[in-house]
T-cell receptor, first 112, second 117 residues
């Protein structure tokens, strides 16, 4: 079953703008991961943040985690048309090793 | 090799057919997963194999039968499926399934698009 909720469900922006997606979850976690999925394809792991970390960067990606609010955000800077995809957050709980709980996802469209 | 491969890419089958989906990875991962994904929905976990043993079955109907012949291969045998079983079936693998505090970063295959008529 799902664990997280992404917000917004859909986001449409112009190339060069920043895109921010949020994820909330309900229980304590071991880590939180963001995945990207192009239409009808497999998921690609983007970035992972552990429960004792607050912020992480990878290229144009910035992830924050607020465990007190049980929320995370994914920021994509200087977006490109190729960033158009669905983005999912997934949490790993300490008590259920190996089982990821996916949120509903945000569909990002970047217009050239 | 950091790739998970799945065959076939597309499959159309009738409700009386028997077919199999195949998944392969050569990353030395000891955990492998089957997910089902409907359009515009997140992946739903079906099965988890850890060290070639079935460790999680998410109450999946018996018309889906998983098999893990060795640490690199994962099959999903299909029999007497229903039209509502039409979906994208994703295979994934990960390295740190059983280690407490492990990351469980999962590597996904491209999926098999299944249509049941």
């Amino acid at each position: 079953s799902q664990q997280g909720e992404e917000d917004p469900q859909a986001l449409s922006i112009q190339e060069g703008e920043n895109a921010t997606m949020n994820c909330s979850y309900k229980t304590s976690i071991n880590n939180l991961q963001w995945y990207r999925q192009n239409s009808g394809r497999g998921l690609v792991h983007l970035i992972l943040i552990r429960s004792n970390e607050r912020e992480k960067h990878s290229g144009r990606l910035r992830v924050t985690l607020d465990t007190s609010k049980k929320s995370s955000s994914l920021l994509i800077t200087a977006s490109r048309a190729a960033d158009t995809a669905s983005y999912f957050c997934a949490t790993l709980r300490g008590s259920t090793l190996g089982r990821l709980y996916f949120g509903r996802g945000t569909q990002l469209t970047v217009w050239p | 090799d950091t790739e998970v491969t799945q065959t076939p890419k597309h499959l159309v089958m009738g409700m009386t057919n028997k077919k199999s989906l195949k998944c392969e990875q050569h990353m030395g991962h000891r955990a492998m997963y089957w997910y089902k994904q409907k359009a515009k929905k997140p992946p739903e976990l079906m099965f988890v194999y850890s060290y070639e043993k079935l460790s999680i079955n998410e109450s999946v109907p018996s018309r889906f039968s998983p098999e893990c012949p060795n640490s690199s291969l994962l099959n999903l045998h299909l029999h007497a499926l229903q039209p509502e079983d039409s979906a994208l079936y994703l295979c994934a693998s990960s390295q740190e399934r059983l280690l407490a505090g492990g990351n469980n970063e999962q590597f996904f295959g491209p999926g098999t698009r299944l249509t049941v008529l």
